[in-house]
């Protein structure tokens, strides 16, 4: 329902400032949970299995232009099979 209201009115400057306004927060929260992430990960796997496991997810979605869920499927099998 809300979704349909700020299409509706999606033109206005109110709601237009909003949206900006909620970019940088969104920015900000991403940041965050990757950061956090990336701590917890490090800790508990080691960083060679935290850049390992990265640099592979970069390389399938990047250059072989694998579909990130499928990378994401295949970092979880890998952790439960390998990481347990």
Do not use: D, N
Request: charge should be positive.
């Amino acid at each position: 329902m809300l979704l349909k209201l700020l299409q509706k009115y999606k033109q206005s400057p109110v709601i237009k400032g909003m949206t900006l306004l909620v970019q940088p927060v969104i920015a900000v929260m991403m940041l965050l949970i990757t950061w956090s992430s990336s701590v917890e990960s490090t800790s508990t796997i080691g960083y060679l299995q935290f850049i390992g496991i990265a640099a592979v997810s970069f390389y399938l979605i990047q250059i072989r232009k694998i579909h990130p869920a499928l990378v994401i499927v295949t970092a979880f099998v890998y952790g439960g099979v390998f990481l347990s």
